[in-house]
């Protein structure tokens, strides 16, 4: 019989040069694309929210946002993705559907999106212009503070935006978690607006 | 240098002399500087004629030095670059620029079409409407081109524009427009406050009049002032200047457009860069700072080229030292006027005359005059003796009565101003008429909206400053900005005194429309003829028509209409104000969204893969879906479709499933949920079970249909049509949140999350056995037809399994996470070469449904029942679902609907196409006897012949007719016959063995 191998690969596997792009000289841009997360769906059931709140509490050691913004625990990330519900973003298998589905039993419904969408972070000096060709929210660092989320649009594709952490240099980061059947159209568009500032790219299996 | 720009003053201006620039228009070559506008070269050479009329081809020169002129219009660049009427007065000049004039031929000191001016008494206003109605055919054939081509501007490049455009939004407390005195004050109340402010100038250097004008500021000359308040305005990090920016527009919940020249004063944008960018600017507040336009006053030869604005003559000698004119005369009704005399003295011209309107000049100008030799006449200018070659002689009406005469080579010419009230009128305000200024004021702003300085009818240097210091600050603190402002700057206020002069009468074509060729005569003509109200005479005489939208005109216009209809100018009113306030690329608007890139696209998770195999792409929606795989000596498509059905039918084949919108619908009461929104049952479905559902719309049409499988009791797995899968996610969303709050379920798309294959043919199972875990029962007993479950693959992943048909065949649907598309389409390859598999594309896949009579977009075409569908029988009698009240509607039960049948040509040799009609034998096509359409069609292969299905009237009641298909789009009738819409293994025992 013949063997079979799996291999996981991402709708920018191709897409996905990594190296420098656009105007040459110092990236204003830097674009990363974060493979081989888990990420799952948590939808509270009917009157079940607060129930829900605390069983993410009680697992992942932080409250479930109640608003638009992303909340960091020690191995997780918790996005606001509408009322009564959130996504977990992880890796290496900590906290997936199976995982967290003993954690939310009757409380929430789980759904895996961990091939459903592409990660991408973005940062650079020039990150905040160049989002604002795609992202019709405002980034001032005043009104889109670290911890901060949109379930938003780019290039006329369903996004969910949010601020990470700061990196060692104090340069924002920026997080577009995107379809993944959009995901080598608007990397074209990314790259379109990107290039006259100079663009790094790459890819990573961390979590920024 | 190729040439002397011998009227270039030796000194002064904000050009760079020591960055020459060579140019050329209409293939000559000249010189201008760094800081020049096309204009202002094109003035410094000494040239008077830039371009020729709309309607009489007359020569004009250059009326202004702004965006609001209507004359000198040019095509700039060339190629596929070239863009046609083009403001000279507002390009920047770049070395290498190429111009060239419009509407003239075979050149603009020589037009053939210059003949027009004599038959000018024909062409009044409404002559294309009186000359070109009959005979009506004439108009699309003879007409209209002929028109174009005497009557047009500029000529588009008709090319692919090579440049990149881009659009970007930005955010802020308080937008400004304009960075005259007044918006840098408003900017500097504004900043100081702590506000984002961002400041839009449509120059490519702020300052406004400041730049022309000069003047006194908080004791410091203005350019002095000018540069420290820019200094100051650049340390704020949260205030940004956009120069080379308009902001055209004002839209809903404080939304400005703007257009951003980014790169228009280069020859070609560097690499990477876009032209031009459109802003979406959100904004809380906005301050209106966009100036005042000066107006002429209307006389007999005020279109020659050299009669020009009195702002714009002291623009050009002031800011550009370029002289328009040795020894020009000014004609005024107003103060403003005469500091163009001034600056002119100042800058060493001489001065022919000055005619001031007014009754009274003051004891200073005439000191003025007669320490400089100049007289002065009180009257108005009623004639201008001059050609291509600018002015020569100036008719004066003295207000005795008498008449004289002035030797000049340029006329300067000041109506007074007219506030810039388009941005703060875009939402139907009504500007308010100020008879202290005769002038329209802004009136009615949109909320969060002020005018200040002389964009709001305060002319003088001090109120701009006041105004605009005031608007800012105000603004800022509307939107929670409370810093300190410090003071205002300062300066002293100009007297205006003026009295109004729109129209001198006289002997000659005196425009009001340059652009246009609109005349006084032809507004006293729309009067006449009854087009009295100013949106009848814009429409019946075009006046403020043109690119230029009547920016010098329309007041001109309205005031003559108010004088020969007897009332007031507030009583004539103006016409709505409408947005854009120039003119803005197409291209712009667009964006990146232009050839591939005009919309996103979709991959299905196989897709690299495919294209790997030489698979031909179809557009379904966004998405890029394989048609068929062609192989190497297949001379058509048709051929590799037979040759992808036939080893489907025989042997295995599999497709790329994946755009199927897939919704996972969980909760307790997910099976009642889903009874609702399907007209037959799910909530009984057992886990592990498939169902084909079928939804309708509230009007009892049929909506979408798709398989949905039970998974889990409280999960549910639904997929849609690849057409309607993201209308019916919305769909169910409304239900849930809206009309079904009571119910406990929840739901998330995994469209994206599954890469799903359709696997058919009979060695199907052969090939699941090499791939899925021998410990997987896929026996008929073990994995029943509409079976659905997880299985372990080979290898160490899980899929999910269904065992459902499309293409009537033993089949299955398997689903993986979509990264593992590619390896799944891989491992089929490997998994099905013992048995032949062959990958087949959305072609084949459409051909298999039709041969099995399945329905699918055409037939879902949003006017047919479950019932015409032949799928009536699922409407479940015993529950309430969306849409099974008005399905019950006598139409949608009639007896003689269209119902959908199979069809099968009589000549068996024939190809059937889609879109023809089915008329009863015998009878002549037309709508009393059109009895429906043919609505797919394909070759089937295994019939051998061309098959069809069709919505016929009573169809189902009419098996084995014979009737007659009329397709007069194509030209062709033929007969077929009306048959079971399944043709191929009407029992289904293939799909369940």
Not at chain 2, 650 to 669: A, E, N, Q, R, W
Request: aromatic share 8%.
């Amino acid at each position: 019989m013949a063997e079979f191998s799996w291999e996981v690969r991402s709708p920018l596997d191709r897409a996905l040069v990594a190296g420098p792009y656009g105007v040459r000289g110092d990236a204003g841009v830097s674009l990363t694309e974060i493979r081989n997360f888990d990420l799952v769906q948590v939808m509270a059931r009917r009157g079940m929210a607060g129930d829900m709140a605390k069983a993410a509490k009680a697992r992942l050691g932080v409250a479930a946002p109640d608003a638009p913004k992303a909340v960091q625990s020690s191995d997780a990330t918790l996005i606001w993705s509408g009322p009564d519900q959130f996504f977990v973003l992880s890796r290496g298998g900590k906290h997936t559907t199976e995982t967290l589905a003993q954690t939310f039993a009757s409380f929430a419904s789980l759904s895996d999106q961990s091939h459903a969408r592409v990660l991408i972070s973005i940062s650079g000096a020039k990150a905040r212009t160049m989002l604002a060709k795609l992202s019709s929210i405002d980034l001032h660092p005043d009104a889109f503070a670290i911890g901060a989320a949109a379930a938003t649009s780019m290039d006329h594709t369903s996004v969910t935006l949010w601020r990470g952490g700061d990196k060692s240099d104090g340069q924002a980061v920026f997080n577009v978690l995107v379809f993944a059947t959009f995901a080598v159209s608007l990397w074209h568009t990314v790259l379109d607006s990107a290039a006259e500032y100079g663009v790094a790219i790459g890819h990573s299996e961390e979590l920024a | 240098m190729s040439s002397s720009q011998s009227h270039r003053l030796t000194s002064g201006g904000l050009i760079d002399r020591s960055a020459p620039l060579n140019f050329r228009f209409d293939g000559k070559t000249f010189s201008g500087f760094q800081g020049d506008t096309l204009a202002s070269a094109l003035v410094a050479n000494g040239v008077k004629l830039v371009g020729r009329s709309f309607k009489y081809h007359r020569p004009r020169g250059i009326l202004t030095a702004g965006s609001e002129e209507p004359n000198a219009l040019v095509e700039l660049r060339t190629g596929a670059r070239r863009e046609a009427n083009t403001k000279a007065t507002t390009a920047e000049l770049y070395e290498g620029l190429e111009a060239a004039s419009q509407n003239r031929w075979p050149s603009l000191r020589h037009d053939v079409m210059s003949v027009n001016q004599l038959f000018a008494p024909i062409f009044v206003a409404g002559f294309y409407y009186k000359t070109f109605m009959w005979p009506a055919k004439f108009w699309e054939m003879i007409y209209e081109p002929a028109i174009r081509r005497a009557a047009g501007l500029g000529r588009a490049a008709q090319l692919p524009d090579p440049d990149h455009y881009d659009k970007a939004w930005a955010h802020c407390d308080v937008v400004i427009a304009g960075s005259g005195p007044a918006g840098l004050a408003a900017a500097l109340a504004a900043g100081r406050s702590g506000a984002r402010v961002i400041l839009c100038e449509e120059d490519f250097v702020p300052g406004g009049r400041l730049l022309s004008d000069g003047g006194t500021i908080d004791g410091l000359p203005a350019a002095d002032w000018l540069a420290r308040t820019l200094a100051e305005l650049a340390s704020m990090p949260d205030v940004r200047m956009m120069t080379r920016t308009t902001l055209f527009g004002v839209y809903d919940g404080g939304t400005y457009g703007a257009i951003e020249r980014v790169n228009d004063h280069l020859p070609v944008p560097p690499e990477h860069q876009v032209r031009q960018r459109l802003w979406r600017i959100v904004a809380k507040r906005c301050v209106v700072a966009a100036g005042a336009i000066e107006r002429p006053i209307v006389f007999a030869g005020n279109d020659t080229p050299d009669v020009m604005m009195a702002s714009a003559m002291r623009t050009y000698v002031a800011r550009y030292a370029a002289t328009p004119a040795k020894r020009p005369a000014l004609f005024t009704n107003n103060e403003d006027g005469w500091r163009t005399v001034e600056t002119a003295l100042a800058a060493g011209l001489q001065i022919a005359a000055v005619i001031d309107a007014r009754g009274d000049v003051s004891p200073a100008h005439r000191s003025l005059a007669s320490k400089n030799g100049f007289t002065v006449l009180h009257g108005s200018v009623s004639g201008v003796d001059g050609g291509k070659d600018g002015v020569r002689k100036i008719s004066v009406s003295l207000a005795g009565g008498a008449r004289a005469e002035v030797e000049a080579d340029g006329l300067a010419v000041s109506g007074g101003w007219n506030p810039a009230v388009g941005l703060t009128s875009y939402h139907r305000g009504r500007p308010k008429w100020r008879d202290d200024i005769a002038a329209f004021v802004p009136d009615g702003a949109p909320p969060g909206m002020v005018a200040a300085g002389a964009a709001n009818g305060a002319f003088g240097l001090g109120a701009c400053l006041r105004e605009g210091f005031e608007a800012g600050a105000v603004a800022a603190r509307d939107a929670g900005r409370n810093g300190n402002t410090g003071a205002a700057p300062t300066a002293s206020d100009e007297a205006l005194s003026l009295t109004p002069l729109w129209h001198v009468a006289g002997k000659g074509k005196a425009f009001v429309d340059q652009q246009h060729d609109v005349t006084a005569s032809d507004i006293e003509l729309a009067q006449r003829e009854g087009f009295e109200s100013v949106e009848h005479l814009k429409r019946y005489t075009t006046l403020g028509m043109a690119t230029d939208q009547g920016k010098t005109s329309n007041v001109a216009g309205l005031a003559i209409m108010a004088a020969v209809s007897g009332k007031s100018i507030p009583e004539t009113g103006t016409t709505i104000y409408r947005p854009p306030y120039v003119p803005v690329a197409i291209g712009a608007f667009a964006g990146h969204h232009r050839d591939e890139a005009f919309h996103a696209t979709r991959l299905t998770p196989s897709h690299h893969w495919a294209a790997e195999q030489g698979a031909i792409f179809v557009d379904t929606g966004l998405w890029k879906r394989a048609q068929w795989y062609p192989r190497a000596g297949e001379k058509d498509w048709l051929e590799s479709v037979t040759r992808e059905v036939k080893a489907v039918r025989s042997g295995v084949g599999f497709c790329d499933v994946s755009t199927l919108g897939k919704i996972d619908v969980h909760g307790p009461d997910a099976g009642a949920f889903l009874d609702r929104v399907y007209i037959n049952t799910f909530s009984n479905l057992t886990v592990g079970k498939a169902r084909y559902g079928l939804m309708l719309r509230e009007d009892g049409l049929v909506y979408d249909d798709g398989t949905t499988s039970r998974l889990a009791e409280d999960h549910y797995f639904l997929t849609t049509t690849t057409a309607k899968a993201g209308l019916v996610m919305q769909h169910l969303e409304f239900c849930r949140q809206v009309l079904f709050p009571e119910l406990d379920v929840q739901l998330t798309s995994v469209s994206d999350q599954w890469a799903q294959f359709s696997i058919a043919g009979p060695k199907t199972r052969d090939l699941l056995k090499e791939i899925v875990d021998p410990a997987e029962d896929l026996s008929n007993e073990g994995f029943p037809f509409m079976g659905a479950r997880e299985v372990a693959l080979r290898g160490g992943i899980k899929a999910r399994l269904f065992r459902i048909s499309f293409s009537g065949e033993m089949a299955f649907e398997i689903s993986v996470p979509a990264r593992y598309g590619e390896a799944m389409a891989r491992n089929l390859m490997i998994a099905g070469k013992p048995f032949g598999v062959t990958p087949y594309g959305t072609e084949a896949l459409g051909v298999m449904r039709v041969e099995k009579g399945h329905v699918a977009g055409p037939e879902l075409s949003g006017t047919t029942t479950a019932a015409d569908l032949g799928l009536g029988k699922m409407m479940s009698s015993k529950k309430d679902f969306i849409g099974r009240v008005m399905a019950g509607r006598e139409a949608l039960v009639a007896p003689d609907r269209q119902v959908a049948v199979g069809i099968k040509p009589v000549d068996k040799a024939r190809r059937l196409r889609s879109g023809a009609h089915i008329i009863p034998k015998g009878q002549t096509p037309g709508p009393d006897n059109d009895q429906g359409y043919v609505t797919s069609v394909c070759f089937s292969p295994t019939l051998d012949q061309w098959i069809g299905l069709a919505l016929v009237e009573r169809g189902r009641e009419r098996i084995g007719e014979i009737v007659h298909a009329h397709d007069p789009l194509r030209g062709e009738d033929y007969d077929v016959e009306l048959c079971n819409p399944v043709f191929y293994d009407p029992d289904g025992g293939r799909q369940r063995g």
